[in-house]
Structures are given as C-alpha cells and as structure tokens.
C-alpha cells in the first residue's frame, strides 16, 4: 500500500511563497499521474493542480501563473511550488493520484499552508 506523505507548509503572508512537498512510498509512484488538492474550512476538497507521469501539468484556474507542479519520479516525490500567495490559498494541502486516475491512495495527513498577515 502506498503511503504519501505531505510536507512544507507554514504561516506566510500575502504575496509570500511556499515550497510543499509529497514524498510517496512504493515503485510504482511514477506510473500514475499525481496531483494535490486542497480544502479549506467549511469547503469541499478541490483539486488545485495535476501532472502527467511524463511531466504534463494542468491547475486550477485559481492557480494559475502562481503555483507550478513538479515531480521526481526517482526520488518518489511531488512538489508543489506556491508563489504570490493569496488568504484565500489558506487550506489542507494533500496529494495523491490525479482526478483522472481512477486509482486513488489512502489520503495522507496533509500539510496546513496559512496565509495571513
């Protein structure tokens, strides 16, 4: 079973940057597409962005121009690089397979980004 683990979050003020990181266990982390996703309070989990096994990405409108998606296939780990940082970025990060892969691992602990001054 495959375990992911998130990490990198932290308070930041507007207009900051975060580096996030997602370290899976496992061989077969590089067959699948891999995302993250978010949920703020209150709100629903939202996919925020997604790349291919071969380094194909896709984000959130909400996202885009700001965050970039990056994974090393050799290292197992996703990466989720957050500039110009906004409040309403304030949430639960998670990764796991992306939304089009109907496999989708066990949800990991996430990682809380704050965004606040």
């Known amino acids: 079973q495959v375990q992911l683990v998130e990490s990198g979050g932290g308070l930041v003020q507007p207009g900051g940057s975060l580096r996030l990181s997602c370290a899976a266990s496992g061989s077969i982390f590089s067959i699948y597409a891999m995302g993250w996703y978010r949920q703020a309070p209150g709100k629903q989990r939202e996919s925020v962005a997604s790349i291919t096994n071969v380094g194909s990405t896709n984000y959130a409108d909400s996202v885009k121009g700001r965050f970039t998606i990056s994974r090393d296939n050799a290292k197992n780990t996703l990466y989720l690089q957050m500039n110009s940082l906004k409040p309403e970025d304030t949430a639960i990060y998670y990764c796991?397979?992306?939304?089009?892969?109907?496999?989708?691992?066990?949800w990991g602990q996430g990682t809380q980004v704050t965004v606040s001054s």
């Open positions: 796991n397979t992306a939304p089009t892969v109907r496999l989708t691992y066990n």
